[in-house]
């Protein structure tokens, strides 16, 4: 299992001693400490579970680091759709797709701030702007910033998704009031080859370095069902649990098949291994907030319900998830009442 470090210059031949913590491993290293708190194979003997007792151990983890009624809600708006020059294989986005989404410019500023308004009112702590772009070029990163200063100015907390940062750019977003920055591994490294040829694995987690080191909280998941072997469903967890701080925000999401995309036709998976997904990463994350994503608008209440019970406690609500359709906010708060949840 690939390790996480806050430096690329440590030697790995150095991270000899494994100690004992509260029940974690956890590896010396250097002037950092790198943690395995988790191995794939301790992760594919939680997937291995039977299903209750799974359910079981995520209730308890959850019940001891969070409330256990309420979800966390955030809206997303892709304020730059479309055109995009990388290729992972599962998006719309991309230019070199043959899909419905167009190439259109990045939203006006007052448009935005429309958004997060109607976001507000209807019950959104956390407001996510996301732009399909490799990374911001300074041009299109000061719109951007001024975008976030006024969303954060409104009493949102704000996130963007915006792809990879270059040096420098982290501590911009900082600077303008950013509270977290999306950027997910999507999948494990050894599948990872499969779905996106443009930009590294390492890319990503430098990129998450950079947000990391200005402090700004990190949202970042992956993909689940896009035809990945459940030991690298495992294998995404460990590397997200092991990372020297655990994301504040784990989305997982099921893959949404849209025509045109490669991974269009990939077979579907059970319902079940998603939620047993979702279990998995909040026993190995109790601190995280789990969060529903992409895909919701498939699985039903009664598999949503499934996965509030695995340990799932934040949603996309109300405004359209980037290009793929979301529950309307009335189905999210009817099924809210039926559960008895609330949002936070
Ligand atoms: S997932 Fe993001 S980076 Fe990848 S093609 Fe889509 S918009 Fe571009």
């Not at 939203?107 to 308004?117: E, F, G, S």
């Not at 990879?164 to 009031?177: F, I, T, V």
């Not at 999948?187 to 930009?199: F, K, L, M, N, Q």
Request: negative net charge; hydrophobic residues 40%.
């Amino acid at each position: 299992m690939e390790q996480q470090t806050s430096s690329s210059a440590c030697n790995s031949e150095l991270q000899t001693s494994i100690i004992n913590i509260d029940g974690l491993k956890a590896a010396g290293n250097c002037d950092h400490v790198t943690v395995e708190r988790w191995s794939v194979d301790d992760i594919m003997a939680l997937f291995e579970l039977p299903f209750n007792d799974l359910l079981h151990k995520a209730q308890l983890v959850h019940r001891e680091h969070h409330e256990p009624n309420a979800v966390q809600v955030s809206t997303l708006l892709s304020i730059k759709t479309g055109g995009c020059s990388e290729d992972c294989g599962y998006c719309p986005q991309a230019a070199r797709y043959h899909t419905e989404v167009e190439n259109e410019p990045l939203m006006k500023l007052d448009d935005v701030l429309a958004a997060a308004k109607a976001a507000k009112d209807s019950g959104a702590s956390r407001f996510c702007m996301g732009a399909a772009w490799r990374g911001p070029k300074q041009r299109d990163l000061d719109p951007v910033l001024k975008m976030i200063a006024e969303v954060k100015a409104m009493g949102l907390e704000t996130c963007a998704t915006l792809g990879m940062l270059k040096d420098g750019q982290a501590e911009q977003l900082k600077e303008a009031g950013l509270d977290y920055y999306n950027h997910n591994l999507d999948t494990a490294p050894e599948y990872y080859g499969d779905v996106i040829s443009t930009r590294t694995y390492q890319d990503r987690l430098d990129t998450l370095d950079r947000v990391r080191s200005v402090d700004i909280n990190v949202c970042c998941g992956g993909i689940i069902g896009m035809g990945e072997s459940r030991a690298q469903r495992a294998g995404l967890l460990a590397q997200l649990a092991n990372m020297e701080q655990p994301p504040e925000s784990v989305p997982i999401n099921l893959l949404t098949q849209v025509e045109g995309t490669p991974m269009h036709g990939t077979e579907a998976l059970d319902p079940l291994e998603f939620v047993r997904t979702i279990a998995a990463a909040r026993v190995t994350m109790p601190n995280s907030f789990v969060r529903l994503s992409a895909g919701r608008q498939s699985m039903g209440d009664a598999v949503q319900a499934l996965c509030f019970l695995a340990g799932a406690n934040s949603i996309f609500y109300g405004e359209k998830l980037l290009t793929t359709g979301n529950p309307e906010a009335d189905a999210d708060n009817a099924l809210f009442a039926k559960l008895g949840l609330k949002k936070i």
